[in-house]
């Protein structure tokens, strides 16, 4: 059976939910958003990633309704949404604080929306009950939202957002106030329910690890520009910048210039104390044009004798180890000073580390383990 991948930006006849036409966002004389398009599907969970200041939460507030564009049109479904107010959206809005009202019981506080729309009284009580069940909060119900903990008021608001079936419901870093362990596990939790509603899910965030763990497509922000709209697989293996490679997990960045040496492949000068280095790229660079190549740290190999074949081979001298449990990070440095990371994972119980400070190792990787990037 050939299963069908969810892809709708692949699919030309698809038309998109949620549509940015040129929009620029001033405030004074500061630009927030620069002359920004993009789309966003039915059913996707996307997300604004980027570092603070970056213009992620001016889109948001721009879809919500609480900024206007100074220039472009925001289409929802096909409608120009900019002239609506926000509380005539499709749209709900999960705040970072999540905003319950504490005098309200967790029913109440997701009844409480619906209550002020014409839905009958029957049909509030059935769409409360259907929102405890899945967020699972039945048996919290009747508590106060100080009696319960920081995760299930993160559902409770998420139930109270999705109670009245928005189109789209944005959610402005939802898991900051959580713990890291509780996170992860929210994470998870939010791609359920985001997958069992079909509502599309819109999400600011300023860390990687969460885009890469949710989102369907993440669009990386930087100065109120979209510097790279992917899938997250794409954005980790294939970075169309620098910025995106260095801003999505651990990397090494090898500054060098590039010369071809074949088809699609190219020799990278880039020190005077070593070798030069090989790598591949689909993209053309001329003899001799500057480059950056983004290696991971999971794609070097470490090793304590030189590998017998290898399309790179460094020798350096181990500087520090970063243990993690699962995985060791072994940062060496190289003659003239470069520092790269090589990363193993530690698939064995060990009682003794093979490597340690101030070994001298080598450092290996094919030559398409890196992406070349322009400078």
Aim: hydrophobic share 40%; glycine share 6%.
């Amino acid at each position: 059976m050939q299963t069908v991948t969810f892809a709708p930006w692949n699919d030309p006849n698809e038309k998109p939910l949620i549509r940015f036409q040129n929009v620029t966002k001033k405030f004074g004389d500061f630009t927030a958003i620069g002359d920004l398009s993009l789309d966003i599907y039915e059913k996707e969970f996307f997300a604004l990633l980027g570092p603070s200041g970056c213009g992620k939460t001016t889109m948001m507030r721009m879809l919500a309704g609480f900024e206007n564009p100074t220039q472009g049109r925001i289409e929802l479904s096909g409608q120009d949404i900019v002239p609506v107010p926000p509380n005539k959206r499709a749209v709900n809005m999960m705040f970072q604080s999540y905003a319950l009202f504490p005098h309200l019981s967790i029913w109440d506080n997701i009844a409480f929306g619906l209550r002020r729309s014409d839905m009958p009284k029957n049909d509030i009580v059935d769409r409360v009950e259907e929102m405890l069940k899945l967020t699972r909060l039945e048996k919290f119900a009747r508590r106060k939202p100080h009696q319960i903990s920081g995760g299930q008021r993160q559902r409770v608001a998420l139930a109270r957002s999705l109670a009245k079936a928005p189109k789209l419901l944005l959610l402005d870093e939802p898991l900051g106030a959580l713990d890291k362990k509780l996170r992860q596990d929210t994470q998870f939790e939010l791609m359920d329910i985001q997958e069992k509603t079909g509502t599309t899910f819109v999400i600011v965030t300023h860390d990687q690890e969460e885009a890469m763990t949710v989102a369907s497509r993440i669009a990386v922000m930087d100065e109120g520009r979209l510097i790279q709209v992917a899938t997250p697989d794409r954005i980790y293996e294939t970075p169309n910048c620098v910025y995106v490679a260095d801003f999505i997990g651990d990397v090494n960045i090898i500054e060098g210039r590039a010369t071809s040496v074949g088809p699609e492949r190219y020799r990278i000068d880039w020190s005077d104390s070593l070798p030069p280095l090989t790598a591949t790229s689909a993209t053309p660079f001329s003899d001799g044009q500057g480059c950056h190549l983004a290696i991971r740290p999971e794609k070097v190999s470490i090793s304590t004798e030189r590998p017998a074949e290898a399309d790179n081979a460094v020798e350096g001298k181990v500087l520090d180890i970063a243990y993690l449990g699962n995985l060791s990070t072994y940062h060496v440095e190289l003659p003239g000073g470069t520092i790269v990371k090589a990363q193993t994972a530690n698939t064995r119980r060990i009682s003794r580390r093979n490597i340690s400070w101030e070994d001298s190792v080598w450092l290996s990787w094919t030559a398409t383990a890196g992406v070349l990037l322009a400078e």
